[in-house]
């Protein structure tokens, strides 16, 4: 029989209203915020003190404002952090004992695309971070005379910037994910909006060695975000809406690039390189305003056992909660693939979804290895071979707009023709597109019209796997593991970033087009050779149905060869 738990919910909480979603200690969590606020406003007396020579902060000492202002920046986040954290007493570690039936069967409703809007905000600003790396570089370098192609003959290396933020991210992927599965999708994204509050004093910080530290601390946030909105919309969506949706929103790091390339290209020449940083403060606090909107995932309210609140929420987008009984699959099968699967890191490399994990480690290190790699160095690369500041930034925003409208394409491939063929497609395509520039080098630029088309896929082509690979592991890995799986997928697209900036650092690897392109061309193919053996469709399924074939297949004896009879003796 049908469990509707919306009569038990929590008085006072209106099913469809946004105030049913509120938080357990509401004074620590606004108090720490404010507190983070002040905290960075006290830093923008020093930037703005520059503005008569460029903004140039290098040599200048930490004033008593910005001492204050850390204080405050640290205790606001012990407090913020504090009142997300659910009491123990709502913590239960017995898994619920009802299963989401209508979830996945309920109409798009305004909750639903109020939920898409704050998301897609979220991953634009989230992925802005990482690719403002690229447009920080050369305003630095020259401010702090560090080594870059730009300044061969400068002090330490510019890349130890990337490499500290890049580092920050794959930890924070790591750790938002266990978060995530244990407090709450809701809560990290939160906190990770309030680190990225926080983090934004990087642009007013006067020494190389404080905006390596910062760009570490605001790499951690930036890392958990992306992988755990991911979590929460694959959880939320409407089975039949969820893929092409997904890869939609996910479409926003192309989005990303755009308005961080114009950003650039804009006010730079005014206000220097560090206003880049300091726009982290208003974005930052437009996420947290806009809190009201984002939900816990009722799955995950249902797997840790908080079965009243799962209904408010669940309520909230039109469905219902429901008994095993209820279910159309089998209950037994779908029951028994849910519960075997164990919690930690761990599960994500054996059994049944190791074969998955390589998958998504392959297509992840590939697009950190272009995004950290070719993305990362091609402002500085135009610049070299030819290019101002403004029209490099130019050319770049220019190619990401002439390939924004395949988000479109691909996000219809996703939902509608197949997940799995989707992702084969875009690395068989994606890597033949490198392969152009290995072959061209730095004669690529001899050309702007082939410039231009050559750019389009390393751009736009590189943000879409990436929305498609979080997606699909945010849909392949189960409830208990799913924040920790999309933590893998985004992390592992950082790792590639770690590695080829690592190499820069050491002086190993020179960060020229041709040669950035190739080592990012070679993963991307051999994820896509992984999903043809590997792979499973997941397009238009319930997620419950999908961890039922994930657990079988990994059941399945493997065939042994056949043996011949033995002969006669004549």
Not at 8 to 14: L, N, Q
Not at 26 to 41: C, D, E, K, M, R
Not at 345 to 356: C, D, H, K, T, V
Not at 411 to 419: I, N, R
Request: hydrophobic residues 50%; glycine residues 12%; charged residues 15%.
């Amino acid at each position: 029989m049908t469990a509707d738990l919306g009569s038990s919910a929590r008085p006072g909480a209106p099913s469809g209203a946004p105030g049913a979603i509120r938080f357990d200690r509401p004074f620590a969590f606004w108090t720490g915020s404010v507190a983070i606020t002040l905290g960075v406003v006290l830093h923008l007396p020093m930037y703005l003190s520059a503005a008569d020579h460029g903004y140039v902060l290098a040599g200048m000492a930490l004033d008593g404002p910005m001492r204050a202002g850390m204080a405050l920046i640290v205790v606001g986040l012990g407090a913020t952090f504090f009142g997300l954290v659910p009491p123990r007493s709502r913590r239960p570690s017995a898994a619920a004992p009802v299963r989401v039936s209508a979830l996945d069967d309920a109409p798009i409703s305004s909750a639903h695309v109020a939920l898409l809007l704050v998301i897609a905000a979220a991953v634009t600003i989230d992925v802005m971070k990482p690719v403002t790396l690229s447009f920080v570089v050369p305003g630095m370098t020259g401010e702090y005379g560090l080594r870059s192609p730009l300044n061969p003959g400068g002090g330490m290396p510019v890349a130890w910037l990337p490499l500290a933020g890049i580092t920050g991210t794959v930890l924070g992927s790591f750790l938002w994910g266990s978060l995530a599965d244990a407090i709450g999708r809701r809560a990290s994204i939160l906190f990770a909006a309030v680190v990225f509050v926080a983090t934004s004093i990087c642009g007013s910080m006067p020494s190389y060695e404080w905006n390596l530290f910062m760009c570490f601390v605001m790499g951690l946030g930036v890392g958990g975000m992306l992988p755990i909105t991911f979590a929460l919309m694959a959880e939320v969506i409407p089975a039949r809406h969820r893929g092409w949706l997904m890869v939609l929103v996910g479409g926003d790091v192309a989005g990303a690039y755009i308005i961080t390339s114009w950003l650039a290209a804009e006010l730079t020449p005014t206000y220097g390189w560090r206003i880049l940083w300091l726009i982290g403060l208003p974005t930052g606090l437009v996420l947290l305003v806009l809190n009201r909107w984002i939900p816990e995932s009722p799955r995950f309210l249902l797997q840790r056992g908080r079965h009243e609140e799962a209904a408010v929420v669940m309520a909230r987008y039109r469905a219902t909660v429901s008994t095993d009984a209820d279910r159309r699959e089998d209950p037994v099968r779908a029951r028994t693939a849910d519960d075997q699967v164990g919690g930690g890191w761990r599960q994500l490399l054996q059994g049944p979804f190791s074969g998955i994990t390589l998958v998504v480690s392959l297509f992840g290190l590939g697009v950190g290895l272009v995004t950290f790699g070719f993305q990362l160095w091609i402002p500085s690369n135009l610049q070299e071979l030819g290019f101002d500041q403004v029209t490099s930034a130019t050319i770049l925003r220019d190619s990401a707009l002439l390939g924004f409208p395949l988000t479109f394409l691909i996000a219809w491939l996703y939902g509608f023709w197949s997940a799995k063929k989707t992702m084969i497609l875009l690395g068989l395509v994606t890597a033949a597109s490198l392969a152009g520039f290995v072959v061209l080098g730095d004669a690529v630029v001899d050309d702007r019209a082939r410039l231009y088309a050559l750019l389009v896929v390393p751009i736009t082509g590189i943000s879409t796997i990436l929305a498609v690979l979080i997606a699909y592991a945010s849909e392949t890995y189960p409830t208990r593991i799913r924040s920790r799986g999309t933590g893998l997928a985004a992390g592992a697209s950082k790792v590639g970033g770690v590695a080829v900036i690592a190499a820069v650092v050491a002086g190993l690897a020179p960060p020229s087009i041709s040669g950035t392109a190739l080592i990012g061309a070679v993963p991307i193919a051999g994820g896509a050779l992984a999903m043809t053996v590997f792979g499973i469709e997941t397009r238009r399924r319930p997620l419950e149905d999908i961890t039922v074939e994930t657990v079988e297949r990994g059941r399945r004896p493997r065939r042994k060869p056949p043996t011949r009879p033995p002969e006669r003796p004549e």
